[in-house]
């Protein structure tokens, strides 16, 4: 049973450009969570969607930053017009629904804007 | 407004000894309270997930306990090794919907 994946591992961009961020929830998990943790900062929540719904974008920049989780395919958190401020680790979390509610992470994405 | 605060922010216990990480939360309506592990340049291993209604969970050398009315968490790891050296993180649910607040985590180093 695969854990949560995520992809690209690492990203570099150029300021300006966009960034697509993928995440493949654990299998039979139909809720993703957002997270990102910036450099010598804590992690913190951006976004929590179920499978084609937005439920809480309470953490999400209002611009620039958007997220989808479609019915087939994976959750993607997409940056427009990155710039430096955007450079951090960017992890997705699954969890199943229940209501025990434990979440598992993937490995991140490591964003870098030069 | 939750705040989720752990200390000390770094701590170095030769090997053997016994780790004791603190937790603490501003705001005791909490759903449940999740330990993690976080190694350099990796993701997020969940540890121990302690819902409200416990007191406590086991899971081999680490033990979680949960005060709600004090809003404190203790996670204790047995007999260190090495391999336990990472950064440890707690978080709370603290909304219907799921999402978690972490602290900043406590980073540990076991020397051999």
């Known amino acids: 049973n695969a854990g949560v994946m995520q992809n690209p591992r690492h990203l570099v961009r150029r300021r300006g450009q966009e960034a697509r961020l993928r995440c493949s929830p654990m299998?039979?998990?139909?809720?993703v969570y957002w997270y990102r943790q910036l450099p010598e900062e804590g992690l913190k929540f951006m976004v929590y969607l179920q499978k084609e719904n937005i439920i809480d974008e309470s953490g999400m920049p209002k611009e620039r930053f958007s997220a989808e989780f479609p019915k087939e395919g994976p959750s993607i958190l997409r940056i427009q017009q990155v710039v430096r401020g955007d450079s951090a680790a960017y992890f997705c979390a699954s969890f199943s629904g229940g209501s025990y509610n434990e979440q598992f992470f993937g490995p991140g994405t490591r964003l870098t804007v030069l | 407004k939750q705040e989720v605060t752990q200390i000390p922010a770094a701590l170095s216990v030769p090997e053997g000894e016994n780790l004791v990480l603190n937790c603490s939360f501003t705001?005791?309506?909490?759903?449940?309270l999740q330990w993690f592990r976080q190694d350099p340049g990796k993701g997020l291993t969940s540890l121990l997930l302690i819902q409200s209604s416990q007191r406590e969970q086991t899971s081999g050398r680490l033990n979680a306990s949960l005060d709600k009315s004090s809003g404190r968490s203790t996670l204790y790891i047995a007999a260190s090794q090495p391999g336990d050296s990472a950064t440890y993180l707690c978080a709370v649910v603290t909304d219907s919907w799921g999402k978690l607040q972490f602290g900043a985590g406590t980073q540990v180093v076991v020397t051999p």
């Open positions: 299998k039979g998990h139909s809720h």
């Open positions: 705001d005791s309506a909490i759903y449940n």
